[in-house]
Antibody, heavy 127, light 106 residues
Framework: QEQLVQSGAEVKKPGSSVKVSCKAS????????VTWVRQAPGQGLEWVGG????????NYEQRFQGRLTIIADKSTNTAYMELSGLKSDDTAVYYC????????????????????WGQGTLVTVSS | DIQMTQSPSSLSASVGDRVTITCQAS??????LSWYQQKPGRAPKLLIY???NLETGVPSRFSGSASGTDFTLTISSLQPEDSATYYC?????????FGGGTKVEI
């Protein structure tokens, strides 16, 4: 049974950066992409972006462009999400997810429905 | 971008009731839609993928269906452990997008 284990909670100042890790127990990244989803307190789910480690392709939600970097280290089965220029409304639980099939459309590839999820990482942005 | 409109935002039902949640896509997404269940303080759990395929290990009282751009999650006989928030998600194209969620209370 695959498991995704995320790094611990973070408290950050506005304008700073946060890097969240997501380590897979097996070689799930060899066959599947990784998706990052966030959930602000009391709110719904929001897709942040994703990466297909095998293809090296990334996709980001447009409104995070320029602030978001997603990478994957296949040698350690670990994915990372780094968000810079933090604002108070970036306060959320950030989840990594993996396991779904990959799809390629219009020159880009991304991961679909995910059956493995990390436990979530709370990122609090506060002065 | 594809918008997912989910309804209702909340509902209250009794054990044994049949419950239906709907999601409407703003454009054709073929059947690239999944349904997730989320309980407080927990990560989402995949229930249905490709609109109607039941994820392994998910009870058969959960089912999904599609008609054009309208998608439905049905719980045939509501159980106490089904109290949760349910989300649809389209993965026809990036950016992926979720519905607003439906909170089911029992």
């Amino acid at each position: 049974q695959e498991q995704l284990v995320q790094s611990g909670a973070e408290v950050k100042k506005p304008g700073s950066s946060v890097k969240v890790s997501c380590k897979a127990s097996g070689d799930i990244f060899n066959n599947h992409g990784v998706t990052w989803v966030r959930q602000a307190p009391g709110q719904g789910l929001e897709w942040v972006g994703g990466i297909i480690p095998t293809f090296g392709t990334t996709n980001y939600e447009q409104r995070f462009q320029g602030r978001l970097t997603i990478i994957a280290d296949k040698s350690t089965n670990t994915a990372y999400m780094e968000l810079s220029g933090l604002k108070s409304d970036d306060t959320a639980v950030y989840y990594c997810a993996a396991g779904g099939p990959n799809y390629c459309r219009g020159g880009t590839c991304y991961s679909g429905a995910a059956d493995y999820w990390g436990q979530g990482t709370l990122v609090t942005v506060s002065s | 971008d594809i918008q997912m409109t989910q309804s209702p935002s909340s509902l209250s039902a009794s054990v044994g009731d049949r419950v239906t949640i709907t999601c409407q896509a703003s454009q054709d997404i073929t059947n690239y839609l999944s349904w997730y269940q989320q309980k407080p303080g927990r990560a989402p759990k995949l229930l249905i993928y490709d609109a109607s395929n039941l994820e392994t290990g998910v009870p058969s009282r959960f089912s999904g269906s599609a008609s054009g751009t309208d998608f439905t999650l049905t719980i045939s006989s509501l159980q106490p452990e089904d109290s949760a928030t349910y989300y649809c998600q389209q993965y026809d194209n990036v950016p992926l997008s979720f519905g607003g969620g439906t909170k089911v209370e029992i």
